[in-house]
């Protein structure tokens, strides 16, 4: 089992920046990709960033070169630095880590943090 916490989440305007962390517990691997994803309210999930064991990473098409992953696997934490962000960046925010090929068998969830951006 794996515990992913989320934090640093907040409200900030528009071209701001956030800094969000999740911290890994259990069965927890540096092997393991990690990933940021996030969701709208009524928009699907969508995927903000991953980062593998690698490391080799990953971004949405609306947050290249303006959003940031990376890990410290000393820490099992992942990070994700967002600046100038934008009202369209609003969402819940989740942190998810899981082993490519292993399906549900190993795949994990925060319970998100909210980012709200304001005009």
């Known amino acids: 089992q794996v515990q992913l916490v989320e934090s640093g989440g907040g409200s900030v305007q528009s071209g701001g920046s956030l800094r969000l962390s999740c911290a890994a517990s259990?069965?927890?691997?540096?092997?393991?990709?990690m990933a940021w994803y996030r969701q709208a309210p009524g928009k699907q999930r969508e995927l903000v960033a991953t980062?593998?064991?690698?490391?080799?990473?990953r971004y949405g098409d609306s947050v290249k070169g303006r959003f940031t992953i990376s890990r410290d696997n000393a820490e099992n934490t992942v990070y994700l630095q967002m600046n100038s962000l934008k009202s369209e960046d609003t969402a819940v925010y989740y942190c998810?880590?899981?082993?490519?090929?292993?399906?549900?068998?190993?795949?994990?969830w925060g319970k998100g943090t909210q980012v709200t951006v304001s005009s």
């Open positions: 980062i593998t064991s690698g490391p080799n990473t």
């Open positions: 259990g069965s927890i691997s540096s092997r393991y990709t």
């Open positions: 998810n880590v899981f082993r490519p090929g292993w399906g549900s068998a190993y795949d994990y």
